[in-house]
């Protein structure tokens, strides 16, 4: 009966979008209006995040039985969306004929057009594991064809696709998927005893960063444990709860550096923790990042107690974190094989460089990676390092991003820092009142 008072209410109020290239000089500007629901706040933000868009301003506003969103939004060189099929994607995506509404709607990887077997990894991070990794793999006849790996907290996940590297199809024989499980869960122990290695293999279909913010959360990652978290307060992004007693809301500030996806990923946390974003606004200005959110709990609560704030607090650092950019990058472009992954990663590690984070695609036939990468001595990677893997690889295959003197830690700082770094500056919290304008 609530299914069929739901399509009424959206036939009735079918949702409205607007997308304005003439308003502003320097972005697009994309207006979302719909019947209110839960979750659809980050329905509409994946939408545009998986088409690697940058969202550098929105205003949010859901109180009521209305949603309205505006997003100024450019792709990733900073320019206007002039794509015709981005914005007919777009408009189909979000407008009265798409399905984003639909809570229990299952994320499709836009990556991923073809069969295959999904394996998710979670364990103890260290240097030379993605490596180990994709050998087990290639050895098992699996090839990899999209993967995400994150890093954070000295914990490493992992959500990678593969495919038979006879039939081209996803991985069916039992015995062959439960070695996979069995040869893989051992590099994922640590020293640890109440994080478990976990090894997850299916054929189902998931949104790759939704599994991997889930699994760190479900792994605590956001707990700082003193062996191993050695970020100072300089170094971390500030984030604050209060509560607005009048309103009975609680209020969520964020300041921090800016990056791609940061806004998916704060408002899949606060969405995943079973809070509602009511109002918001967010800018990034410079390189910083602000951003402010109206939250209630689902069950229509503000924040409850001092050790509730903290847990805030706490996953919302972790989700802003963990997707960072951090290290040299690398961007590996060439012919897709068997076994490139497993090939890569060896130089990497040989070289003694240390993967925090890697980005595996697949697209007709053509690999397209990225890695950050660290030294795991503490010093600064070695340009005559980076010089040597282009010549192993191959120089017009490998592009190098990032200056390496400034990508690293000192010498001085523990080997675990290879899963930090300085990408956050604190600055003086203002006081911001319920929904503020950014002009």
């Known amino acids: 009966m609530d299914d069929e008072y739901e399509k009424f209410i959206r036939r009735m109020n079918p949702p409205r979008v607007v997308i304005d290239n003439e308003s502003c000089k320097n972005a697009t500007i994309i207006q979302v209006d719909s019947a209110n629901k839960y979750r659809i706040l980050l329905e509409v933000v994946q939408v545009l995040t998986d088409l690697n868009l940058t969202i550098t301003k929105a205003y949010i506003c859901s109180d009521g039985g209305w949603f309205m969103d505006v997003f100024n939004v450019t792709d990733q060189d900073g320019n206007k969306i002039t794509d015709e099929g981005t914005l007919n994607y777009i408009e189909k995506s979000l407008g009265p004929d798409s399905c984003f509404a639909t809570s229990t709607r299952t994320s499709v990887d836009m990556k991923t057009g073809m069969e295959h077997t999904s394996i998710e990894l979670i364990g103890r991070d260290r240097p030379g594991l993605l490596s180990e990794v994709s050998a087990i793999l290639t050895q098992l006849k699996c090839n990899v064809v999209n993967a995400e790996v994150w890093t954070h907290n000295s914990r490493a996940a992992a959500v990678m696709h593969v495919t038979d590297e006879k039939t081209g199809g996803a991985v069916t024989d039992p015995d062959r998927l439960t070695m996979v499980k ?104 410079g390189t910083e990042a602000h951003q402010e959110y109206c939250i209630r709990h689902i069950d229509g609560s503000p924040v409850k107690s001092d050790a509730e704030r903290q847990r805030v607090i706490q996953c919302l650092e972790a989700a802003i974190q963990r997707r960072v950019s951090e290290g040299l990058k690398l961007e590996l472009r060439t012919t897709d094989r068997v076994g490139l992954l497993a090939d890569v990663t060896r130089i990497l590690r040989e070289n003694s460089l240390s993967v925090t984070r890697a980005e595996v695609t697949t697209r007709a036939g053509k690999a397209i990676n990225s890695f950050y990468v660290r030294c795991t001595s503490g010093y600064p990677v070695d340009p005559k390092i980076i010089d040597s893997i282009r010549k192993t690889i191959g120089q017009t295959k490998v592009r190098v991003k990032g200056c390496p003197d400034e990508s690293n830690p000192s010498p001085q700082e523990s080997s675990t820092r290879f899963l930090f770094g300085g990408l956050f500056k604190s600055r003086s919290l203002c006081n911001f009142g319920l929904v503020r304008s950014y002009a």
Not at 224 to 243: A, C, F, G, T, W
Not at 253 to 276: A, E, G, W
């Open 182 to 285: 069995r040869r893989l869960c051992p590099l994922l122990k640590g020293g640890n005893s109440y994080r478990k290695a976990i090894t997850v293999v299916s054929n189902g279909v998931t949104h790759t960063a939704r599994r991997l913010h889930q699994m760190l959360f479900d792994d605590r990652d956001y707990e700082q444990m003193r062996d191993d978290y050695s970020l100072n307060d300089k170094e971390i992004p500030h984030v604050n709860v209060v509560n607005w007693h009048d309103k009975d809301y609680s209020v969520v500030t964020i300041q921090c550096k800016d990056r791609p996806k940061l806004l998916f990923d704060i408002v899949f946390t606060l969405t995943d923790m079973q809070y509602v974003v009511f109002h918001g606004n967010v800018e990034a200005m």
